[in-house]
């Protein structure tokens, strides 16, 4: 009796091997807090661990494809930044449409930025689903990548041109819009009998003279015109197809020095600054008559 006595103080009686609300003390102490991890935090950590070794992986790979094969390396970083900014884009796009739908907005209410970006991200798509419809039969994708090679321009989009054919394909891009530019001189000329004004008719006769001439009109030439272009016949409700046709008349800036750039950004902000929204037509037009003959452009 005493024995069974002395045996019951030393080992308590067993309670039942499963316990769904604590753990039985016949299954020894429990665990640390710090592995008491919920499967969120858990499926988090395995995942981290996985996207960092993964990542170590991928810059050891690269490091070996720039060591021994350069010209490779080359192509397939080329490759991967292409992809890399075309989702960029595409997440981009998507904010634009969620804020249209948010806000109802039209395509013409965007900011400029997001109307270039979704005509240009539209663009891109169009080309990438061209060339993947025409490598869908046996044997075409060997073809595709041959005219790829000899048609960059035309059948890859920018996100996978060279740094070298960039350059040269926005020079291009440049020199088409420029050829718009003269025609721009000429209906601004003919449109300066129907100034009201003769004073600001001479104004407008020497500016138009002096680019054609290739001199440079610098911001004083412009800002005394406001009044002709803010009424008839030079406003935006008046302007003719021919004069508005060229979409983009922007400064090449691929050749231009930084110094440069710089000074045409700070003439560029204190002339728009200056300008109201019923001056945005020389707005427009500064674009062409201040770019034409800007030193350091190679075209």
Known sequence: MAVSRVYWRRFPAPGPLFSLRRRSPVWGPPRPARLHLSP????????????????????????????????????????????????????????????????????????????????????????????????????????????????????????????????????DYHARRKKSHPEILYCLEKTIPLVSDTTLQQHLTLLCTKVQNGAQPGVNDLLPLKKCFSDYPLDLSHLSTPHTACYLRGLNSTHLAEDWCRIWLEQWLQFSCSLRNAEMSLLLHAVVLLSTNYPGTRH
């Open 40 to 171: 969120r935090a858990d499926i988090r950590s395995v995942v981290s661990f996985f996207v960092a070794k993964t990542k170590a992986a991928h810059e050891k790979y690269n490091r070996f494809l720039e060591r021994r094969f350069p010209r490779f390396y080359v192509v397939y970083s080329l490759f991967t930044k292409g992809i890399q900014m075309i989702l960029a884009d595409a997440k981009k796009a998507r904010r634009i449409r969620a804020l249209m739908a948010q806000k109802k907005l039209l395509f013409h209410q965007l900011s400029y930025r997001d109307m270039e970006h979704l005509r240009q991200f539209r663009r891109d798509v169009t080309k990438c689903l061209f060339v993947g419809i025409i490598s869908i039969p046996p044997f075409a994708n060997y073809l595709v990548f041959l005219l790829m090679y000899l048609y960059p321009r035309q059948l890859l989009i920018q996100h996978f041109w060279t740094s070298e054919q960039q350059l040269e394909f926005l020079d």
